[in-house]
Protein backbone atom coordinates (compact mmCIF):
# COMPACT_ATOMS: atom_id res chain seq x y z
CA UNK A 1 0.00 0.00 0.00
CA UNK A 2 1.41 3.02 -0.79
CA UNK A 3 1.99 5.90 1.25
CA UNK A 4 -0.20 8.20 -0.18
CA UNK A 5 -3.25 5.13 0.32
CA UNK A 6 -2.71 5.62 4.06
CA UNK A 7 -2.46 9.23 4.22
CA UNK A 8 -5.79 9.74 2.75
CA UNK A 9 -7.33 6.71 4.27
CA UNK A 10 -6.39 8.29 7.36
CA UNK A 11 -8.00 11.82 6.46
CA UNK A 12 -11.14 11.82 7.88
CA UNK A 13 -10.08 11.02 11.65
CA UNK A 14 -6.87 9.63 13.13
CA UNK A 15 -7.17 8.89 16.90
CA UNK A 16 -3.51 10.60 17.73
CA UNK A 17 -1.02 12.59 15.90
CA UNK A 18 2.19 10.57 14.72
CA UNK A 19 4.28 13.54 14.46
CA UNK A 20 7.43 13.29 17.13
CA UNK A 21 6.67 15.27 20.08
CA UNK A 22 8.78 15.66 23.36
CA UNK A 23 8.78 13.25 26.04
CA UNK A 24 6.65 15.77 28.27
CA UNK A 25 4.46 16.78 25.81
CA UNK A 26 0.65 15.17 24.84
CA UNK A 27 0.18 13.35 21.61
CA UNK A 28 -2.59 15.07 21.26
CA UNK A 29 -6.32 13.28 19.76
CA UNK A 30 -7.21 14.18 16.01
CA UNK A 31 -8.63 18.08 16.02
CA UNK A 32 -10.96 17.26 12.92
CA UNK A 33 -14.05 17.44 15.08
CA UNK A 34 -12.79 19.68 18.00
CA UNK A 35 -16.16 20.11 19.69
CA UNK A 36 -16.20 16.15 20.51
CA UNK A 37 -13.29 16.93 22.83
CA UNK A 38 -15.56 18.65 24.90
CA UNK A 39 -18.01 16.15 23.92
CA UNK A 40 -15.44 13.62 25.73
CA UNK A 41 -15.01 15.73 28.90
CA UNK A 42 -18.91 16.39 29.90
CA UNK A 43 -18.96 12.05 29.01
CA UNK A 44 -15.53 12.01 31.88
CA UNK A 45 -17.33 14.11 34.27
CA UNK A 46 -20.88 12.31 34.30
CA UNK A 47 -19.31 8.84 34.77
CA UNK A 48 -17.11 9.86 37.24
CA UNK A 49 -19.42 11.71 39.26
CA UNK A 50 -21.66 8.94 39.21
CA UNK A 51 -19.28 6.77 40.43
CA UNK A 52 -18.38 8.73 43.30
CA UNK A 53 -22.26 9.02 44.56
CA UNK A 54 -22.26 5.15 44.09
CA UNK A 55 -19.34 4.40 45.70
CA UNK A 56 -19.70 6.76 48.67
CA UNK A 57 -23.71 6.46 49.41
CA UNK A 58 -24.05 2.77 47.72
CA UNK A 59 -21.50 1.41 49.22
CA UNK A 60 -19.79 2.63 51.30
CA UNK A 61 -22.83 3.89 53.39
CA UNK A 62 -21.35 7.28 53.74
CA UNK A 63 -24.72 9.71 53.98
CA UNK A 64 -25.77 11.63 51.00
CA UNK A 65 -29.18 13.28 50.87
CA UNK A 66 -31.42 10.47 48.92
CA UNK A 67 -32.81 13.40 45.91
CA UNK A 68 -28.86 14.37 45.35
CA UNK A 69 -28.19 10.46 45.39
CA UNK A 70 -31.40 9.52 43.29
CA UNK A 71 -30.85 12.61 40.74
CA UNK A 72 -26.42 11.59 40.47
CA UNK A 73 -27.47 7.98 39.54
CA UNK A 74 -30.24 9.13 36.90
CA UNK A 75 -27.24 10.68 34.88
CA UNK A 76 -26.03 7.07 33.90
CA UNK A 77 -25.63 7.97 30.06
CA UNK A 78 -22.32 9.77 29.83
CA UNK A 79 -20.58 5.78 28.85
CA UNK A 80 -23.29 5.76 26.57
CA UNK A 81 -21.60 8.94 25.05
CA UNK A 82 -18.53 7.04 25.06
CA UNK A 83 -19.80 4.53 23.18
CA UNK A 84 -21.60 6.23 20.05
CA UNK A 85 -18.10 8.36 19.47
CA UNK A 86 -16.01 5.54 19.79
CA UNK A 87 -18.12 4.04 16.94
CA UNK A 88 -18.11 7.27 15.40
CA UNK A 89 -14.79 7.51 15.26
CA UNK A 90 -13.64 4.22 14.46
CA UNK A 91 -16.48 3.76 11.39
CA UNK A 92 -14.72 7.22 9.66
CA UNK A 93 -11.94 5.67 9.88
CA UNK A 94 -13.41 2.13 8.29
CA UNK A 95 -15.60 3.63 6.03
CA UNK A 96 -12.88 5.69 4.35
CA UNK A 97 -10.55 2.81 3.87
CA UNK A 98 -13.48 0.38 1.99
CA UNK A 99 -14.32 3.55 -0.23
CA UNK A 100 -10.47 4.14 -1.16
CA UNK A 101 -9.34 0.37 -1.16
CA UNK A 102 -12.12 -1.92 -0.97
CA UNK A 103 -11.06 -3.51 2.07
CA UNK A 104 -10.84 -2.75 5.62
CA UNK A 105 -7.07 -3.69 6.04
CA UNK A 106 -7.79 -5.98 8.71
CA UNK A 107 -3.95 -6.42 9.74
CA UNK A 108 -3.85 -2.18 10.27
CA UNK A 109 -7.11 -1.65 12.06
CA UNK A 110 -6.05 -4.39 14.41
CA UNK A 111 -2.77 -3.53 15.35
CA UNK A 112 -3.92 0.47 15.81
CA UNK A 113 -6.42 -1.08 18.24
CA UNK A 114 -4.32 -3.53 20.26
CA UNK A 115 -1.99 -0.37 20.55
CA UNK A 116 -3.94 2.12 21.41
CA UNK A 117 -5.72 0.37 24.69
CA UNK A 118 -4.28 -2.77 25.11
CA UNK A 119 -0.91 -1.72 27.38
CA UNK A 120 -2.62 0.83 29.61
CA UNK A 121 -5.61 -1.35 30.22
CA UNK A 122 -2.86 -4.09 31.03
CA UNK A 123 -0.29 -2.43 32.78
CA UNK A 124 -3.74 -1.13 35.56
CA UNK A 125 -4.76 -4.30 35.76
CA UNK A 126 -1.74 -5.78 36.46
CA UNK A 127 -0.89 -3.60 39.54
CA UNK A 128 -4.31 -4.05 41.10
CA UNK A 129 -3.72 -7.18 40.97
CA UNK A 130 -0.41 -7.34 42.61
CA UNK A 131 -0.77 -4.43 44.80
CA UNK A 132 -4.06 -5.56 46.86
CA UNK A 133 -4.96 -9.05 47.98
CA UNK A 134 -7.19 -11.18 45.85
CA UNK A 135 -10.08 -13.59 46.33
CA UNK A 136 -10.51 -16.56 45.06
CA UNK A 137 -12.75 -15.41 42.64
CA UNK A 138 -10.60 -12.66 41.63
CA UNK A 139 -7.85 -14.83 40.91
CA UNK A 140 -10.22 -17.24 38.78
CA UNK A 141 -11.28 -14.76 37.17
CA UNK A 142 -8.16 -12.83 36.05
CA UNK A 143 -7.11 -14.21 32.52
CA UNK A 144 -10.63 -13.25 31.46
CA UNK A 145 -10.39 -9.83 32.61
CA UNK A 146 -7.12 -9.60 30.80
CA UNK A 147 -8.80 -10.97 27.56
CA UNK A 148 -11.63 -8.69 27.98
CA UNK A 149 -13.94 -10.65 29.13
CA UNK A 150 -15.62 -9.01 31.97
CA UNK A 151 -18.82 -7.95 30.91
CA UNK A 152 -19.69 -11.70 30.88
CA UNK A 153 -18.65 -12.15 34.76
CA UNK A 154 -19.99 -11.24 38.06
CA UNK A 155 -18.85 -7.72 38.77
CA UNK A 156 -19.31 -7.85 42.52
CA UNK A 157 -16.49 -6.62 43.95
CA UNK A 158 -14.96 -9.85 45.24
CA UNK A 159 -15.45 -11.23 42.09
CA UNK A 160 -13.35 -9.23 39.49
CA UNK A 161 -10.53 -6.96 40.13
CA UNK A 162 -11.12 -3.75 37.78
CA UNK A 163 -15.50 -4.14 37.54
CA UNK A 164 -15.22 -0.94 35.56
CA UNK A 165 -13.36 -2.58 32.65
CA UNK A 166 -16.85 -3.96 31.50
CA UNK A 167 -17.34 -1.35 29.37
CA UNK A 168 -13.67 -1.53 27.51
CA UNK A 169 -14.43 -5.38 26.83
CA UNK A 170 -17.91 -4.76 25.35
CA UNK A 171 -16.06 -2.29 22.97
CA UNK A 172 -13.72 -4.92 22.06
CA UNK A 173 -15.69 -7.86 21.73
CA UNK A 174 -18.30 -5.66 19.62
CA UNK A 175 -15.21 -4.24 17.66
CA UNK A 176 -14.19 -8.17 16.91
CA UNK A 177 -17.33 -7.75 14.27
CA UNK A 178 -17.19 -4.07 12.92
CA UNK A 179 -14.66 -5.01 9.91
CA UNK A 180 -17.25 -7.64 8.82
CA UNK A 181 -19.89 -5.48 9.44
CA UNK A 182 -18.66 -2.39 7.31
CA UNK A 183 -17.32 -4.37 4.48
CA UNK A 184 -21.31 -6.26 4.31
CA UNK A 185 -22.16 -2.73 4.24
CA UNK A 186 -19.66 -1.89 1.28
CA UNK A 187 -21.38 -4.79 -0.26
CA UNK A 188 -24.50 -3.95 -0.63
CA UNK A 189 -26.05 -2.63 -3.76
CA UNK A 190 -27.61 0.47 -2.14
CA UNK A 191 -27.55 3.02 0.53
CA UNK A 192 -31.25 2.20 1.34
CA UNK A 193 -30.14 -1.24 1.77
CA UNK A 194 -26.61 -0.07 4.17
CA UNK A 195 -29.34 1.96 6.18
CA UNK A 196 -31.69 -0.65 6.65
CA UNK A 197 -29.15 -2.67 8.00
CA UNK A 198 -27.82 -0.81 10.61
CA UNK A 199 -31.17 -0.13 11.68
CA UNK A 200 -32.11 -3.64 12.07
CA UNK A 201 -28.88 -4.40 14.01
CA UNK A 202 -29.32 -1.30 16.34
CA UNK A 203 -33.01 -2.43 17.07
CA UNK A 204 -31.79 -6.00 17.66
CA UNK A 205 -30.15 -4.66 20.84
CA UNK A 206 -33.80 -3.33 21.48
CA UNK A 207 -35.44 -7.17 21.03
CA UNK A 208 -33.06 -8.35 22.86
CA UNK A 209 -33.29 -6.71 26.12
CA UNK A 210 -36.56 -6.94 25.60
CA UNK A 211 -36.69 -10.64 25.31
CA UNK A 212 -34.54 -10.93 28.49
CA UNK A 213 -36.78 -8.95 30.50
CA UNK A 214 -40.15 -10.25 30.08
CA UNK A 215 -38.57 -14.17 29.93
CA UNK A 216 -37.32 -13.31 33.69
CA UNK A 217 -39.83 -11.94 35.29
CA UNK A 218 -40.56 -10.67 38.03
CA UNK A 219 -36.36 -8.93 38.35
CA UNK A 220 -34.92 -7.97 41.49
CA UNK A 221 -33.43 -4.65 39.96
CA UNK A 222 -30.29 -5.43 40.52
CA UNK A 223 -30.40 -8.77 39.18
CA UNK A 224 -31.79 -6.76 36.26
CA UNK A 225 -29.06 -4.62 35.89
CA UNK A 226 -26.83 -7.33 35.82
CA UNK A 227 -28.27 -9.67 33.05
CA UNK A 228 -28.59 -6.39 30.68
CA UNK A 229 -27.18 -3.51 31.38
CA UNK A 230 -22.96 -4.40 31.17
CA UNK A 231 -23.42 -7.58 28.06
CA UNK A 232 -22.31 -7.12 25.16
CA UNK A 233 -25.41 -8.41 23.15
CA UNK A 234 -27.86 -6.23 24.65
CA UNK A 235 -25.71 -3.08 24.70
CA UNK A 236 -24.30 -2.70 21.38
CA UNK A 237 -26.78 -0.75 19.93
CA UNK A 238 -25.06 2.53 21.24
CA UNK A 239 -21.63 2.16 19.16
CA UNK A 240 -23.49 0.83 15.74
CA UNK A 241 -25.78 4.23 16.46
CA UNK A 242 -22.05 5.28 16.31
CA UNK A 243 -21.32 3.81 13.23
CA UNK A 244 -24.81 4.67 11.55
CA UNK A 245 -23.40 8.37 12.14
CA UNK A 246 -20.07 7.66 10.61
CA UNK A 247 -21.64 6.47 7.60
CA UNK A 248 -24.59 9.20 7.57
CA UNK A 249 -22.04 11.41 7.87
CA UNK A 250 -20.43 10.43 4.99
CA UNK A 251 -22.44 9.72 2.71
CA UNK A 252 -24.99 12.86 3.08
CA UNK A 253 -22.56 15.13 5.13
CA UNK A 254 -23.20 18.02 2.54
CA UNK A 255 -26.73 17.62 2.02
CA UNK A 256 -27.51 17.51 6.12
CA UNK A 257 -25.56 20.41 6.87
CA UNK A 258 -27.86 22.33 4.18
CA UNK A 259 -30.64 21.44 5.80
CA UNK A 260 -29.58 22.32 8.91
CA UNK A 261 -28.96 25.73 8.45
CA UNK A 262 -32.23 26.91 8.54
CA UNK A 263 -33.16 27.60 12.27
CA UNK A 264 -36.05 25.81 12.43
CA UNK A 265 -34.61 22.24 11.12
CA UNK A 266 -31.78 22.74 13.99
CA UNK A 267 -34.34 23.23 16.63
CA UNK A 268 -36.58 20.06 15.47
CA UNK A 269 -33.16 18.07 15.79
CA UNK A 270 -32.67 20.17 19.65
CA UNK A 271 -36.14 18.97 20.25
CA UNK A 272 -35.69 15.53 19.54
CA UNK A 273 -32.19 15.27 21.85
CA UNK A 274 -34.07 17.43 24.68
CA UNK A 275 -36.83 14.81 24.50
CA UNK A 276 -35.11 11.99 25.36
CA UNK A 277 -33.01 13.84 27.68
CA UNK A 278 -36.11 14.12 29.54
CA UNK A 279 -36.96 10.84 29.03
CA UNK A 280 -33.96 9.30 30.80
CA UNK A 281 -33.98 11.90 33.79
CA UNK A 282 -37.59 10.68 34.05
CA UNK A 283 -37.41 6.86 34.97
CA UNK A 284 -40.37 6.57 36.62
CA UNK A 285 -43.18 8.37 33.72
CA UNK A 286 -45.17 6.07 33.31
CA UNK A 287 -45.48 4.92 37.00
CA UNK A 288 -43.36 3.49 39.25
CA UNK A 289 -44.36 -0.81 38.32
CA UNK A 290 -42.98 0.28 34.87
CA UNK A 291 -39.48 1.55 35.77
CA UNK A 292 -37.78 -1.77 34.78
CA UNK A 293 -39.29 -2.28 31.68
CA UNK A 294 -39.10 1.47 30.94
CA UNK A 295 -35.08 1.14 31.60
CA UNK A 296 -34.92 -1.66 28.52
CA UNK A 297 -35.91 1.42 26.04
CA UNK A 298 -33.46 3.77 28.05
CA UNK A 299 -30.24 1.55 28.25
CA UNK A 300 -29.28 2.36 25.14
CA UNK A 301 -32.20 2.86 22.50
CA UNK A 302 -32.96 6.42 23.97
CA UNK A 303 -29.68 7.56 24.56
CA UNK A 304 -28.37 6.48 21.10
CA UNK A 305 -31.67 8.82 19.70
CA UNK A 306 -30.46 11.63 21.90
CA UNK A 307 -26.33 11.38 21.10
CA UNK A 308 -27.40 10.83 17.41
CA UNK A 309 -29.04 14.00 16.58
CA UNK A 310 -26.62 15.96 19.12
CA UNK A 311 -23.75 14.82 17.54
CA UNK A 312 -25.24 15.74 13.82
CA UNK A 313 -25.97 19.49 15.38
CA UNK A 314 -22.18 19.88 16.57
CA UNK A 315 -21.22 18.21 13.57
CA UNK A 316 -22.82 20.66 11.28
CA UNK A 317 -22.86 24.03 13.97
CA UNK A 318 -21.00 26.95 14.49
CA UNK A 319 -22.52 28.51 17.59
CA UNK A 320 -21.73 29.66 20.52
CA UNK A 321 -21.95 26.06 22.26
CA UNK A 322 -20.22 24.48 19.36
CA UNK A 323 -17.26 26.85 20.33
CA UNK A 324 -17.17 26.64 23.76
CA UNK A 325 -16.64 22.84 23.13
CA UNK A 326 -14.08 23.41 20.83
CA UNK A 327 -11.76 25.21 23.38
CA UNK A 328 -8.19 23.96 23.12
CA UNK A 329 -8.14 23.14 26.71
CA UNK A 330 -10.56 20.25 25.91
CA UNK A 331 -8.40 18.44 23.13
CA UNK A 332 -5.78 17.98 25.83
CA UNK A 333 -8.08 16.81 28.53
CA UNK A 334 -9.64 14.41 26.33
CA UNK A 335 -6.90 12.81 25.25
CA UNK A 336 -6.01 11.86 28.81
CA UNK A 337 -9.77 10.38 29.05
CA UNK A 338 -8.81 7.19 28.38
CA UNK A 339 -6.71 6.91 31.56
CA UNK A 340 -8.88 8.78 33.75
CA UNK A 341 -11.03 6.23 33.42
CA UNK A 342 -8.67 2.92 34.47
CA UNK A 343 -7.57 4.71 37.18
CA UNK A 344 -10.56 7.08 38.69
CA UNK A 345 -11.93 3.70 40.89
CA UNK A 346 -8.60 3.55 42.87
CA UNK A 347 -8.51 6.59 43.83
CA UNK A 348 -12.31 6.87 45.24
CA UNK A 349 -11.67 3.58 47.08
CA UNK A 350 -8.08 4.34 48.41
CA UNK A 351 -7.85 8.29 48.96
CA UNK A 352 -11.75 9.66 48.59
CA UNK A 353 -13.38 7.44 50.47
CA UNK A 354 -10.94 7.38 53.94
CA UNK A 355 -11.40 10.88 53.60
CA UNK A 356 -15.00 11.52 53.32
CA UNK A 357 -15.64 8.99 56.06
CA UNK A 358 -13.28 10.88 57.99
CA UNK A 359 -14.60 14.10 57.53
CA UNK A 360 -18.03 12.34 58.13
CA UNK A 361 -16.85 11.74 61.81
CA UNK A 362 -16.79 15.20 62.46
CA UNK A 363 -19.78 16.35 60.88
CA UNK A 364 -18.48 18.24 57.73
CA UNK A 365 -21.58 18.82 55.44
CA UNK A 366 -21.49 16.71 52.34
CA UNK A 367 -22.44 20.03 50.41
CA UNK A 368 -19.04 20.48 50.16
CA UNK A 369 -17.39 17.06 50.70
CA UNK A 370 -19.01 15.24 47.72
CA UNK A 371 -18.35 18.39 45.10
CA UNK A 372 -14.56 18.65 46.65
CA UNK A 373 -14.03 14.35 46.67
CA UNK A 374 -15.40 14.67 42.55
CA UNK A 375 -12.64 17.96 42.15
CA UNK A 376 -10.10 15.40 43.56
CA UNK A 377 -10.78 11.98 41.99
CA UNK A 378 -10.48 14.45 38.69
CA UNK A 379 -7.57 15.94 39.59
CA UNK A 380 -5.79 12.59 41.00
CA UNK A 381 -7.09 11.02 38.23
CA UNK A 382 -5.68 13.07 35.29
CA UNK A 383 -2.31 13.24 36.78
CA UNK A 384 -1.77 10.04 37.03
CA UNK A 385 -3.38 9.69 33.50
CA UNK A 386 -0.79 11.78 32.61
CA UNK A 387 2.11 10.00 33.72
CA UNK A 388 0.76 7.05 31.46
CA UNK A 389 0.30 8.75 28.78
CA UNK A 390 4.04 9.80 28.70
CA UNK A 391 5.48 6.77 29.99
CA UNK A 392 3.11 3.91 28.57
CA UNK A 393 0.67 5.84 25.92
CA UNK A 394 3.18 7.83 23.49
CA UNK A 395 5.81 4.48 23.00
CA UNK A 396 2.82 2.40 22.52
CA UNK A 397 1.37 4.50 19.88
CA UNK A 398 5.28 5.08 18.69
CA UNK A 399 5.34 1.00 18.00
CA UNK A 400 2.08 1.26 16.71
CA UNK A 401 2.94 3.75 13.75
CA UNK A 402 6.07 1.74 13.34
CA UNK A 403 3.67 -1.73 12.84
CA UNK A 404 1.28 -0.26 10.75
CA UNK A 405 2.94 1.66 8.12
Not at 44 to 73: C, M, N, P, R
Not at 385 to 397: F, G, Q, R, T
Request: glycine residues 6%; proline residues 5%.
Amino acid sequence: MSAATVRAIEAPIRETSVRPSRFFSLDLLDNRYPALHGFRVLAIITVVQYHVTWIFAGEQGIALDKTFFDASLTVFFGMDLFFILSGFLIGSILLRSLSLTGSPMLRRFYIRRIFRTFPSYWIVLTILAIAFPLTQAQRGHLPWEYFYGTNFLSLHRPSVVMFWGWSLALEEQFYLTVPLLLFTLHKLKSDRARLALLAVLWLAALVVRLAIYFHGRPWDDFLLYGAVYFRTHTRFDTLVAGIALAFVHQRYGARIGTWLETPLNRAYLALVAMACLWLLLRPAILGPEHVQLVHMFLWGSVTSIMYFALLLLLLHSEGPIHRALSLPVFRRIATLGYGVYLVHIPIIDHVLVPMAKSLQERHASMLWVWPASLAGVLVISFVIAYAMHVVIEKPSLWIREKLSA
